[in-house]
């Protein structure tokens, strides 16, 4: 039930590169609010589960990148209707996805509660205008997240490139490339907007913790 009078929750937007640690860290600043007494939930995008657009974003990322130039544009693989959707249509299903969780996005805030946020609206205009697609350019990107609600800080994990390379080999999923995350990290750094604060997102989990917390 809404708490009359509750002070508002706070939006906090976690967005970065693949593997610049947001998921690490999300985590921890939530688990971190709530020791201190601050109601706060771990919200992600996309949101694969609680959603009717989720279960489509889940069979296209689920699509390797190998997988995806070798069957070119539009293939169903294996009768995953999700896996061969046009670049269009998928971006329309991620930003209606955030558009699926906006009004409890929205009660959650008003009733008090802080969202510490895994990606969001920036990511979904980060990766596809990546992609160079003609007529998907930044304005197009944008439009379907007109209006949604807006974060009150972006955390932008500041990596450098080969940084997030050294932690690991990608997993297998749709983007999991290092020439295409390059050309994610060049529409993020156009994108960016007051919201941004930089955090530094090198050096040890504690170390980044501590500079995401403050
Ligand atoms: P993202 O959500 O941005 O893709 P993750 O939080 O999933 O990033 O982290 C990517 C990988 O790097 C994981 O294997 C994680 O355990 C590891 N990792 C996260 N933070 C650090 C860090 N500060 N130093 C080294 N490895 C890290
Ligand atoms: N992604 C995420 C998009 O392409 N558009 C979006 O709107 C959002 C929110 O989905 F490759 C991409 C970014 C990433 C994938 O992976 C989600 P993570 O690493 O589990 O967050
Ligand atoms: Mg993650």
């Not at 670049?87 to 510490?116: P, Y």
């Not at 997993?171 to 050309?183: D, M």
């Not at 994610?184 to 995401?212: I, K, L, N, P, T």
Request: net charge neutral.
């Amino acid at each position: 039930a809404a708490t009359a009078g509750a002070p508002r929750g706070a939006f906090i937007l976690f967005e970065g590169v693949d593997r610049s640690g947001k998921s690490t860290q999300a985590a921890k600043l939530v688990e971190a609010l709530n020791a201190q007494g601050t109601r706060a939930e771990l919200w992600r995008f996309p949101d694969r589960k609680g959603t009717v657009t989720g279960k489509a974003i889940d069979e296209y990322l689920s699509a390797t990148a190998a997988a995806v130039s070798s069957s070119g544009t539009g293939g169903t693989e294996g009768g995953k209707s999700g896996a061969g959707l046009s670049d269009q249509a998928i971006h329309m299903m991620f930003s209606a996805n955030r558009w699926e969780k906006s009004r409890a996005l929205l009660e959650a805030l008003q009733q008090g509660v802080t969202l510490v946020v895994d990606r969001y609206a920036y990511s979904g205009v980060a990766y596809t205008a990546a992609k160079r697609v003609p007529g998907c350019g930044v304005a197009w990107c944008k439009a379907p997240d007109t209006g949604l609600p807006a974060p009150d800080v972006t955390l932008w994990m500041a990596l450098p490139p080969g940084a997030a390379a050294a932690r690991g080999g990608f997993g297998g999923e749709r983007y999991e490339e290092a020439g295409f995350q390059e050309q994610v990290r060049g529409v993020f750094a156009e994108v960016r907007d007051s919201s941004f604060v930089d955090v530094d997102a090198s050096g040890s989990v504690e170390e980044v913790h501590q500079r995401a917390s403050c």
